[in-house]
């Protein structure tokens, strides 16, 4: 089973709250970061986003010979759909 940890924060008038260092620490959460907020039954789960380029190896699937502006307005949609939770679930 797994260790269940809790800790309350306060949330700020802009909803803000401070993750705690020692789940930043655990799940690898560094300035700059992306997260993500996964509601489910009723409980919220905080997921780190990866966005290496390795982890988005895979997700253009080219059909033709493309240019490269072309190839760059792929790149940045699958970056965004990556990135809100799109993609790769």
Same mark, same amino acid.
């Given at each position: 089973m797994? +260790? &269940? @940890? /809790? +800790?309350? &924060?306060t949330a /700020?008038?802009?909803g803000q709250v401070t993750i705690p260092i020692s789940i930043? @620490?655990?799940l690898g959460i560094e300035p700059g970061n992306a997260v993500r907020f996964v509601e489910r039954d009723g409980l919220v789960l905080l997921e780190k986003?990866? +966005? /290496?380029?390795k982890s988005l190896c895979g997700i253009i699937k080219a059909r033709a010979?493309?240019?490269i502006e +072309?190839?760059?307005e792929f790149i940045a949609q699958a970056v965004a759909d990556k990135v /809100?939770? @799109?993609v790769g679930r």
């Open positions: 797994a +260790t &269940q @940890r /809790s +800790t309350v &924060q /700020s008038s802009k930043r @620490r655990r986003v990866e +966005t /290496s380029l010979p493309l240019d +072309t190839i760059d /809100s939770g @799109r």
